[in-house]
């Protein structure tokens, strides 16, 4: 299937070779994930195959304990307010870049994505000192602000991405049809860019409902999130309740993927009949 | 302006959320050690406590770090309101002003603790000891004195120590042979700190290093190590609860208190000592002891204790023959300028 | 809409000129609404981002702890000339300050500030404090030398004076392993203390290690993605994307479960006779880089794959007709047309790879762990505050320098998402 219909036999064999090693890649890739999975189900506290036998003991112990479950609350509070600002305000301002015409866009633009690059002890420990001054340390507050800062970058990113293909007489046209700003940006801006716009938040949430360093330095006990209450299983010991977590996490993130590639697809359909 | 509304109102929503939770209000936030540990406390103390006052017990675990309580206060925004903390933290928070002076005559005064536990700013709850271990069932004849846990001729293998200088430099001083009653007087001379970290060196390839106190158990459970430091109370309930056969070295072993201490700036001070005070009634205390074989520093506390837990204690005479008791005035002056170069050392 | 406006034609009895202003007002007007569009996220990253990272970088230089506690001793010291034990004033002056620290428990707090400079600070200031304490007038400077012979040294007294200064460059020198003795001269820092620049180093050293590894490991499965046919190709994208939307501490957890001395892959070599005990694969460099490399593969992964979609199949052809062996084709054509993804995708798992905290502490050993697992440690552990930003501001400096040079080969505009 790979090789060209005129390879010769040994470049045949190169491209068997090079199967091999991608499928070994893959298996880099996802191995692990799914190597933990089936052991979230053993019936014993110990990581061994062939699993000694089958049970849900850690599940209910990940619903129904009740850190877990508070974790999974504060967890699910976080990250969606964390979206909502970082989606608001990163949609604005990918619409206002894109205008073409704001002064020292390259440099504006490097400071809204420098939140990706700067390393993440860097800013938890700068809010750690900044937000301390102001009260905000081990605030619910202080939380999503600090996760919306951090998701901001990817919807950005995203929603830029999906302007580039768009065509401005598109708004114009609407413009001259009679429609107001809002209206024309309701009606044909926002459709287009909704799938942008959608997995930009999707980015901002998994940066929020993942992330454990600024939550270290910036949530009390009250504030303990998913993955700080994993974080500190693993320091202590790797109980298979993390394992049955770490399923859900995935299954979770695995559901974030197709709505993504769903989301692709729209959107490539959408340019594909407006092109 | 529009933008500014928006973030007021997302504060009111976040804030709601947040009275919303169930430990907002009524409540304490207790931090101990993590593990069996905190497991005793948990049915000895907390669960006693929420039942009888109806306070709310939010539990956290730490790893004895006294900058993050330091850290907590100077910000201004104390989350902790009790703390189990170690010997030496307890004279540092006073030294440094983060912990709060304790009121004695709530607790009928220092005499009621055993002599020398009692600290201006942490009320005793329990006598400890850090010793080494190894499993019984993978060693027949196994180490019978501190020099062995450095000897990687005769035992080799990985050991597991914890990630602090505290105990460390103690125990590689008295595998020098230097006698318990003079560990600290030789800690104090740069020679005796240099001679320390130089019998480290000698296993330092050997080292898995741990940081809870949940780990040391473990890593004997899985063969990861051959021996390991650990709380003496962690290897008790190892073997009690998930039925090991885990022997304890006593010899050379250190003992040391934990004690409750106040944070400055908590916002029930009458709540907090009430929950000490139950903490440290000699019901309590005795009652501790059936989950971790840790010594009640209240004295009335140990008429109440069984027989068959006492000889499991650091305390009794024959486990004591050789120990050394920490010295928290050492460490209190100390701690810092040991734990620099202990960190450098490690990571080097 | 001005837009709207404008396209219209300009007719015949309109006023030359005014078009013009207008023109320029009505630009004007639309920049200013593009700008009031990206305004609130930049106020939104200028306030809650850049201005606590400003002021993390302002404690790296910052001095407060004996100008604050010892403002006397401060004052008594000035006119001090540095060649003999200071007289009775100062220690007077020093006496006066100690009673008022006492009272604040900040003695405790200088000597630690001091001890960063004079190994043992800390506990003759302790020790001072009692001394104090105990009550008793002057004269004190005969009471000081006699609780410890220290406060006598001249070379004391001159970092004491240094350390009441406004700024200091303490921090940032050690953080390069540097030292400044009581004269001001800089010089290497004492061995024992000496661990930054090799921390550095070793940060670099396994961000290229990383970088390397997924680049090997990436490039191959990129071209893989770029050739087959879009159906199966989405298909495996999710393959790659899916560990990227994974919690890093369930990847972590994975490698735990999976290099552990019990843990599965040693089972499975014992099993299969492969070893014959079990192997350390984990809290080792080896374990910090391969799961380092887990996290950051689709990173790479990404761009050198959008690159090579772009390359049209025949110019592989061409190479081939015009009698290049395989080889030859995709060494000489192919692969230089991929060297703007490859750079883009390397440096940027290189940048990233930089920060990195939470792998390391969780599955590397002692010596994998990188700066920010100092950072962290400064600011959680040891209270250093000015120690941490220090770090942290040589961290960030290397990071944005990187960033810039992303910026100017690649774009950040040009990253994309899946």
Aim: charged fraction near 15%.
């Amino acid at each position: 299937m790979l090789a060209p219909s005129y390879a010769t036999p040994r470049e045949k064999f190169t491209y068997l070779v090079f199967a091999l090693y991608c499928t070994l890649v893959f298996l880099f890739l996802v191995g692990p994930i799914l190597v933990i999975m089936p052991l979230s189900f053993s019936s014993e506290p110990w990581f061994t195959y062939p699993l000694p036998g089958l049970s849900l003991r850690w599940y209910e112990d990940f619903f129904f304990n009740e850190r877990w479950r508070e974790a999974l609350y504060n967890s699910s509070i976080v990250a969606f307010f964390a979206t909502l600002i970082a989606t608001g305000l990163g949609t604005l301002a990918a619409l206002g870049l894109s205008r073409g015409n704001v002064p020292f866009s390259g440099l504006i633009l490097s400071i809204l994505i420098s939140p990706m690059i700067v390393p993440v002890v860097i800013v938890a420990v700068a809010m750690f000192f900044g937000f301390a001054a102001v009260g905000l340390n081990n605030t619910y507050l202080g939380l999503i602000l600090a996760h919306a800062i951090l998701g901001t970058p990817f919807v950005v990113i995203t929603v830029t991405a999906t302007l580039t293909g768009f065509d401005r007489s598109l708004t114009r046209a609407a413009a001259s049809l009679g429609a107001s700003p809002w209206t024309a940006f309701r009606t044909v801006t926002l459709p287009l860019i909704a799938p942008g716009v959608t997995s930009g938040a999707l980015f901002a949430f998994v940066t929020s409902w993942d992330e454990v360093v600024v939550a270290l330095f910036l949530a009390s006990p009250d504030q303990r999130t998913l993955p700080r209450q994993m974080f500190s299983g693993i320091r202590e010991q790797i109980s298979p309740t993390i394992t049955a977590a770490a399923t859900f996490l995935v299954i979770f993130a695995a559901l974030l993927m197709m709505t993504l590639e769903l989301l692709r697809r729209r959107s490539e359909r959408l340019r594909g009949t407006l092109a | 302006m529009q933008i500014k509304s928006l973030t007021m109102t997302l504060s009111a929503l976040a804030l709601s959320a947040a009275c919303g939770s169930a430990f907002a209000a009524d409540s304490l936030t207790i931090t101990s050690w993590g593990g069996a540990y905190q497991k005793s406390q948990e049915e000895a103390y907390y669960k006693p406590f929420t039942a009888k006052t109806g306070i709310k017990i939010t539990q956290e675990e730490y790893n004895g770090e006294a900058a993050r309580i330091r850290a907590m206060v100077e910000s201004g925004n104390t989350t902790w309101d009790a703390i189990d903390v170690d010997a030496a933290t307890a004279q540092q928070g006073c030294d440094e002003g983060f912990l709060t002076p304790i009121d004695y005559s709530k607790f009928g005064g220092k005499e009621a603790f055993v002599k020398g536990s009692t600290f201006d700013c942490g009320i005793p709850t329990i006598i400890y000891s850090t010793i080494y271990a190894y499993d019984a069932d993978k060693i027949k004849d196994g180490p019978k004195t501190i020099g062995d846990l450095f000897d990687t001729k005769k035992w080799p293998g990985k050991r597991a120590l914890q990630k602090t200088p505290f105990g460390n430099l103690e125990f590689a001083l008295m595998a020098e042979g230097v006698p318990a009653d003079k560990v600290y007087e030789t800690l104090k001379t740069k020679e005796g700190v240099e001679k320390a970290f130089k019998k480290l060196d000698t296993i330092k390839k050997d080292i898995v290093w741990w940081e809870a106190g949940a780990q040391p158990p473990q890593l004997l459970a899985s063969g990861e190590v051959v021996m390991t430091t650990a709380w003496n109370g962690r290897i008790f309930n190892a073997n009690k609860v998930d039925k090991k056969n885990f022997k304890i070295v006593w010899d050379g072993q250190l003992l040391d208190y934990d004690l409750w201490a106040i944070p400055k700036g908590v916002k029930d001070l009458d709540a907090v000592y009430k929950f000490v005070e139950f903490a440290s009634s000699p019901e309590a205390q005795a009652e501790q002891t059936k989950y971790i074989s840790y010594g009640p520093a209240l004295l009335a506390a140990t008429a109440k204790i069984a027989p068959d837990i006492l000889k499991d204690l650091p305390t009794a005479p024959e486990n004591a023959k050789t120990a050394l008791a920490n010295d928290p005035v050492f460490w209190g002056d100390n701690k810092e300028e040991l734990l620099k170069r202990f960190n450098t050392w490690v990571a080097q | 809409m001005a837009v709207a406006a404008l396209e219209g034609d300009a007719g015949p009895g309109v006023d030359r000129t005014s078009l013009k202003t207008k023109l320029r007002r009505a630009e004007r007007l639309n920049r200013a609404r593009s700008f009031s569009l990206v305004a609130p996220l930049l106020l939104f990253v200028l306030a809650v981002f850049a201005l606590p990272i400003g002021l993390m970088l302002v404690r790296s230089v910052e001095n407060t702890e004996v100008r604050d506690s010892l403002p006397r001793t401060m004052v008594a010291l000035e006119s001090w000339d540095g060649t003999a034990t200071p007289g009775e004033g100062v220690f007077a002056a020093f006496a006066e300050d100690l009673v008022q620290t006492q009272k604040d428990r900040t003695t405790a707090l200088v000597g630690k500030r001091i001890n960063y400079e004079v190994p043992g600070a800390r506990s003759r200031f302790l020790k001072a404090g009692r001394l104090i304490d105990a009550g008793g007038g002057g004269p004190w400077k005969d009471k000081f030398l006699a609780n410890d012979a220290e406060w006598g040294s001249v070379d004391f007294w001159a970092i004491m004076k240094r350390a009441g200064g406004v700024m200091t460059p303490y921090y940032l020198l050690t953080s390069l392993d540097l030292r400044q003795d009581a004269t001001g001269a800089v010089s290497w820092n004492f061995a024992d203390q000496s661990i930054f620049l090799e921390i550095f180093y070793r940060t670099i050293w396994i961000s290229f290690m990383v970088t390397l590894a997924t680049l090997i490991l990436g490039y191959p499965v990129a071209h893989l993605l770029a050739i087959l046919p879009p159906k199966h190709a989405n298909m495996l994208m999710i393959l790659v994307l899916l560990p990227f939307t994974t919690s890093i501490l369930v990847r972590t957890t994975a490698w735990i479960v999976l290099l552990q001395s019990n843990g599965v892959l040693n089972d499975a070599l014992l099993a299969l006779n492969i070893t014959t005990e079990r192997v350390q694969l984990i809290f080792n460099r080896f374990g910090t880089v391969l799961a380092m490399t887990h996290i950051q593969l689709p990173f790479t992964i990404l761009p050198i794959y959008s690159v090579m979609k772009s390359i049209p199949a025949s110019h592989l052809r061409a190479a081939r007709s015009l009698g290049a062996g395989p080889l030859t084709a995709f060494v000489s054509v192919y692969m230089p047309q991929t060297l703007p993804g490859v750079g883009a995708g390397c440096l940027l798992t290189f940048i990233l790879s930089l920060g990195y905290y939470i792998t390391p502490a969780l599955v590397g050993g002692p010596q994998d762990q990188m700066v920010s697992y100092f950072v962290a440690l400064y600011t959680n552990r040891e209270m250093n505050w000015g120690q941490a930003s220090a770090l942290g501001a040589i961290l960030l400096l290397i990071t944005l320098v990187l960033y810039a040079v992303f910026n100017r080969l690649v774009g950040i505009d040009k990253v994309k998402l899946g």
